[in-house]
């Protein structure tokens, strides 16, 4: 299965962008799709996840401005980053797992900034 992250770029603090991550190959059902963060010299950290049933998840950092979000028919799931910080910036990776298996995405580069 290989992942697909798009959707990032440079926006001023308090502006809003969309992220979505589409999953291709030997797919025979995703069950957790999720976004990960990973801020310059810092570790990687949850940012939201997303059941196959949508059931979600988020960081403490973005919960009521991120809404994650998935399309099981296309395979693809979504991040709706509002009110950003300068904080939010980081490389923005996209997982979901099958079974036992455990997929990444290559990261999208999200920079908040004026």
């Known amino acids: 299965v290989q992942l697909q992250a798009s959707g990032g770029g440079l926006v001023q603090p308090g502006g809003y962008l969309t992220l979505s991550c589409a999953a291709s190959g030997h797919i025979i059902s995703l069950n957790h799709m999720g976004w990960y963060r990973q801020a310059p010299g810092k570790q990687r950290e949850l940012a939201a996840t997303?059941?196959?049933?949508?059931?979600?998840d988020y960081s403490d950092s973005v919960k009521g401005r991120f809404t994650i979000s998935r399309d099981n028919a296309k395979n693809t799931v979504y991040l709706r980053m509002n009110i950003l910080k300068p904080e939010d910036t980081a490389v923005y990776y996209c997982?979901?797992?099958?079974?036992?298996?455990?997929?990444w995405g290559r990261g999208t580069l999200v920079t908040v900034s004026s």
């Open positions: 997982n979901a797992d099958q079974f036992l298996d455990l997929f």
């Open positions: 997303i059941t196959r049933d949508g059931i979600t």
